[in-house]
C-alpha cells in the first residue's frame, strides 16, 4: 500500500462488529469486571479506580533525548545525550532495582539485610491481595503465607494495591478497558494505531524510562481477527525517525505487505501515514513489530501480539494469558514489565489456562511453571495435534510463539518464571522475568480478588 494521507475521512465504526463499549465511571468498571471473567482474559477489569488509570495508560508520552538511547540490562536508566551508543553486553543482574532497601527494617534472627529485600519484594507483588486470600484457602493455609511474609507485623504493602497495579500500564487491563477496535469499511475491518514515544514504568518503584510503543502501550494493543478476515492496518508515524511494521509470522499474497525496508516498501517516514491491507490466512499466535532499525525498535518496545481465531480451533481453553518476552529495555521483562510488577496468571480449579508465549528479545528464554505439566499445543500459530508435548520448563527462541494449556487442579501459589537464574534472581530476591499462577478453589474467588484489587 501507498502512504494514506491523513487529510482522509475517517469512517464510522460499524458497531456491531466492536467490542462492548467501555463501561462509564468506577462502578461500570467494577460491573465490567464481574460480567467479563471469560476466557479472552484472566482477570477482567482489574484496573485502578481512580488516579486515571486508563488516562495514564494510554497518554504517558514523554519527550525522547535527541539520540533514542536503551540499555541492555535490568537497570534501565538513559544515557546522557551525545554518548557513543554501546554495543550488545552481557547484561549484569541487579535485583536491587526492584528491591526495597532494608536499612530500616528489622532484621529478624538468622536473616540478612538481603533476606528482608527478598521478602519485602514479594510483599510489594502480594499487596492489598493478602488479606484476602484467608477467606479463599481457608486460616491453615493464610496462616503458613502470613508466616512467610510476617504478616503479624501490619506492614505498609498490605493495604496498597500490587506493584502492578502502580505502574500506570498493563497489557492484559488495556486490551480490556481499551481494546482496538476496527472499523468496517466495505468489508474490510480497518484497525488505526499510531507510533510514539512512551515513558514506560518496569515497576512502581523505579523511574520510567524512554520507550516507544503503539499507541502509548509497551506492548502495543493486542490486534484480534478471524481466519479470513480482510485488514486494512494503518500506521501514523510520530516518532522522529522512520520505521516500518512487519506482521511476523503471517502468509501474504502480496509480498510488498511485508513491511521490510527497501525489499518491499520505503521507509514510513515521521509524520507520515501507512497502511497495511492482506487477508488473514495464518493463524493463532503471530505478533506485530518495527523492522526498521529493529534491535533499537523492537528492544525499546516497538512489538505487539496479533491473535487470529481460526474457523474450527482445535484448542480449548477457559482464560488466556498472552507473555511478551523482552530483553533489551529495562532489563528482562515480561509485557514490559519487571518483578514485582509483573500480573499474576488467574485461575479456579479445575479451569484451562491458555498462555501464548512470544519472544520480541535477543536471547532465548525456558520458562519453568512450578507444580504443573504445560501441555505445548502449538509452535509459531500451528497446532500441533498428535505431536503436542507436555514439559515444565518450555525454551522459548527470539520470533518463536509458543502456546501452552494448562490445566489448574489445585490450588496455591505458584512461581512461573525465566529459568535463566540471572534474568530472575539475585541476593536481594527475585526481579525480572518472574510472575505467579494463582490458582483458586472456585469461579467465585477470582472475583474476590478482583474486588480486592478493586477496593
Same mark, same amino acid.
Given at each position: 500500500?501507498?502512504?494514506?494521507?491523513?487529510?482522509a475521512p475517517r469512517p464510522a465504526t460499524d458497531q456491531s462488529t466492536s467490542d462492548p463499549a467501555e463501561p462509564a465511571g468506577d462502578s461500570g468498571w467494577r460491573n465490567a469486571v464481574m460480567s467479563e471473567l471469560s476466557r479472552r482474559h484472566f482477570l477482567r477489569g482489574a484496573a485502578l479506580t481512580g488516579g486515571g488509570f486508563l488516562a495514564t495508560t494510554l497518554? &504517558?508520552?514523554?519527550?525522547?533525548?535527541?539520540?533514542? %538511547?536503551?540499555?541492555?540490562?535490568?537497570?534501565?536508566?538513559?544515557?546522557?545525550?551525545?554518548?557513543?551508543?554501546?554495543?550488545?553486553?552481557?547484561?549484569?543482574?541487579?535485583?536491587?532495582?526492584?528491591?526495597?532497601?532494608?536499612?530500616?527494617?528489622?532484621?529478624?534472627?538468622?536473616?540478612?539485610?538481603?533476606?528482608?529485600? &527478598? %521478602?519485602?519484594?514479594?510483599?510489594?507483588?502480594?499487596?492489598?491481595?493478602?488479606?484476602?486470600?484467608?477467606?479463599?484457602?481457608?486460616?491453615?493455609?493464610?496462616?503458613?503465607?502470613?508466616?512467610?511474609?510476617?504478616?503479624?507485623?501490619?506492614?505498609?504493602?498490605?493495604?496498597?494495591?500490587?506493584?502492578?497495579?502502580?505502574?500506570?500500564?498493563?497489557?492484559?487491563?488495556?486490551?480490556?478497558?481499551?481494546?482496538?477496535?476496527?472499523?468496517?469499511?466495505?468489508?474490510?475491518?480497518?484497525?488505526?494505531?499510531?507510533?510514539? *514515544?512512551?515513558?514506560?514504568?518496569?515497576?512502581?518503584?523505579?523511574?520510567?524510562?524512554?520507550?516507544?510503543?503503539?499507541?502509548?502501550?509497551?506492548?502495543?494493543?493486542?490486534?484480534?481477527?478471524?481466519?479470513?478476515?480482510?485488514?486494512?492496518?494503518?500506521?501514523?508515524?510520530k516518532l522522529k525517525e522512520a520505521t516500518t511494521v512487519h506482521f511476523h509470522g503471517v502468509e501474504f499474497d502480496d509480498f510488498f505487505q511485508d513491511g521490510v525496508p527497501f525489499v518491499t516498501q520505503l521507509p514510513i517516514v515521521p509524520g507520515e501515514t501507512y497502511a497495511y491491507e492482506f487477508t488473514v490466512k495464518s493463524t493463532g499466535s503471530l505478533m506485530y513489530?518495527?523492522?526498521?532499525?529493529?534491535?533499537?525498535?523492537?528492544? %525499546?518496545?516497538?512489538?505487539? &501480539?496479533?491473535?487470529?481465531?481460526?474457523?474450527?480451533?482445535?484448542?480449548?481453553?477457559?482464560?488466556?494469558?498472552?507473555?511478551?518476552?523482552?530483553?533489551?529495555?529495562?532489563?528482562?521483562?515480561?509485557?514490559?514489565?519487571?518483578?514485582?510488577?509483573?500480573?499474576?496468571?488467574?485461575?479456579?480449579?479445575? *479451569?484451562?489456562?491458555?498462555?501464548?508465549?512470544?519472544? *520480541?528479545?535477543?536471547?532465548?528464554?525456558?520458562?519453568?511453571?512450578?507444580?504443573?505439566?504445560?501441555?505445548?499445543?502449538?509452535?509459531?500459530?500451528?497446532?500441533?495435534?498428535?505431536?503436542?508435548?507436555?514439559?515444565?520448563?518450555?525454551?522459548?527462541?527470539?520470533?518463536?510463539?509458543?502456546?501452552?494449556?494448562?490445566?489448574?487442579?489445585?490450588?496455591?501459589?505458584? &512461581?512461573?518464571?525465566?529459568?535463566?537464574?540471572?534474568?530472575?534472581?539475585?541476593?536481594?530476591?527475585?526481579?525480572?522475568?518472574?510472575?505467579?499462577?494463582?490458582?483458586?478453589?472456585?469461579?467465585?474467588?477470582?472475583?474476590?480478588?478482583?474486588?480486592?484489587?478493586?477496593?
Open positions: 500500500m501507498k502512504p494514506v494521507s491523513e487529510a497518554a &504517558a508520552c514523554a519527550p525522547a533525548t535527541p539520540t533514542p %538511547r536503551w540499555t541492555y540490562g535490568p537497570i534501565g536508566v538513559p544515557e546522557p545525550a551525545g554518548s557513543p551508543t554501546p554495543a550488545p553486553a552481557t547484561p549484569v543482574p541487579s535485583a536491587a532495582a526492584s528491591a526495597t532497601p532494608a536499612a530500616s527494617a528489622a532484621i529478624p534472627p538468622g536473616f540478612s539485610a538481603s533476606d528482608v529485600d &527478598a %521478602r519485602q519484594v514479594v510483599r510489594r507483588y502480594l499487596g492489598n491481595l493478602v488479606p484476602a486470600l484467608e477467606g479463599i484457602f481457608g486460616a491453615t493455609t493464610f496462616g503458613k503465607l502470613g508466616e512467610i511474609l510476617a504478616v503479624a507485623d501490619g506492614y505498609p504493602e498490605l493495604s496498597q494495591k500490587p506493584a502492578f497495579m502502580q505502574v500506570g500500564q498493563q497489557l492484559t487491563l488495556t486490551d480490556l478497558l481499551a481494546p482496538l477496535t476496527p472499523e468496517i469499511v466495505d468489508g474490510v475491518k480497518v484497525y488505526r494505531l499510531t507510533i510514539e *514515544e512512551v515513558s514506560l514504568k518496569i515497576d512502581e518503584l523505579r523511574p520510567p524510562v524512554e520507550a516507544l510503543g503503539y499507541n502509548g502501550q509497551v506492548p502495543g494493543p493486542t490486534i484480534r481477527a478471524n481466519e479470513g478476515d480482510r485488514l486494512r492496518v494503518i500506521f501514523t508515524n513489530h518495527s523492522h526498521h532499525n529493529a534491535t533499537d525498535q523492537v528492544g %525499546r518496545g516497538l512489538l505487539g &501480539a496479533f491473535i487470529v481465531e481460526p474457523k474450527d480451533n482445535p484448542i480449548q481453553y477457559d482464560r488466556e494469558y498472552i507473555w511478551v518476552s523482552n530483553d533489551v529495555l529495562g532489563g528482562f521483562t515480561i509485557n514490559g514489565c519487571g518483578f514485582p510488577a509483573t500480573v499474576p496468571i488467574l485461575a479456579a480449579v479445575g *479451569e484451562r489456562v491458555l498462555v501464548r508465549f512470544m519472544n *520480541e528479545g535477543v536471547m532465548m528464554h525456558p520458562f519453568h511453571s512450578h507444580g504443573f505439566v504445560m501441555n505445548v499445543v502449538a509452535r509459531d500459530g500451528r497446532p500441533l495435534g498428535s505431536a503436542a508435548f507436555e514439559c515444565d520448563t518450555l525454551g522459548v527462541n527470539p520470533g518463536e510463539r509458543w502456546d501452552a494449556v494448562i490445566t489448574a487442579d489445585r490450588p496455591g501459589v505458584w &512461581a512461573f518464571h525465566c529459568h535463566i537464574l540471572p534474568h530472575v534472581e539475585g541476593p536481594s530476591g527475585m526481579f525480572g522475568m518472574v510472575t505467579t499462577l494463582i490458582v483458586v478453589p472456585e469461579k467465585a474467588h477470582v472475583d474476590a480478588i478482583v474486588g480486592a484489587l478493586l477496593a
